[in-house]
């Protein structure tokens, strides 16, 4: 009776795993690998390797090409070139709430809503420049005003162990918000490749 549980269970993860078999990029071959690890592992009923399963793809959800930053991003593109402000617009003003940490007549840093690290602060200049790729020869200045403001907030965080600095461009950079923005994120080991 056994034997039979282990060859129908053998035959649902075989069809199961023909569902992987397609893996559109390098990440999906991170939740395939998984799925894999899993199905070799698996001791026990159909029903806990299912649920085992939808874990594992649930812990790599953000890895797939189609997460929510990627989905924004790709909302965000369409929407470029449209006069309305930016939410970053918004926070310049101070027609909305934003926690900023450093503010001067060029810039101003403030912490991300949604943090992807225990430290996770904005880098924003005051003139809305659309993305990095867009910058001219005169805003150097301003870019290199941007980088220093960035290290010395990172200083002010505490954040002596290094951080990494992240500038997001276009659709393919995942950029969701079209005005130029320095994220600067620290206070635990970064992985690599980061995207």
């Given at each position: ?19 992987f078999t ?20 698996l ?12 874990r594992?793809?649930?812990?790599q ?14 909302e965000?593109?369409k ?16 027609s ?11 810039c ?10 225990p430290?996770?602060?904005l ?60 994220h ?11 995207g």
């Open positions: 009776m056994r034997l039979d549980k282990m060859n129908a269970l053998r035959r649902s993860l075989g069809a199961q795993q023909a569902a397609r893996p559109q990029t390098d990440r999906e071959n991170i939740t395939r690998a998984s799925f894999v690890i899993l199905r070799t592992q001791i026990g009923t159909r029903a806990a390797h299912l649920n085992r399963l939808q594992v793809c649930r812990a959800r953000p890895l797939c090409t189609k997460s929510n930053e990627v989905r924004l991003a790709e965000a593109s929407k470029y070139g449209s006069p309305a402000p930016t939410i970053f617009s918004k926070v310049i003003d101070k909305i709430p934003a926690d900023i940490i450093y503010e001067d007549e060029k101003l840093a403030f912490r991300d809503v949604s943090p992807q690290a430290v996770h602060f880098v924003i200049p005051r003139v809305p420049i659309p993305r990095i790729s867009e910058v001219k020869d005169d805003d150097a200045e301003l870019l290199g005003h941007l980088l220093v403001v960035a290290k010395n907030v990172a200083k002010q965080e505490s954040l002596d162990e290094g951080y990494r600095v992240v500038i997001d461009d276009g659709k393919h950079g995942a950029q969701s918000v079209y005005h130029l923005h320095v600067v994120l620290g206070g635990r080991q970064m992985s690599w490749p980061p």
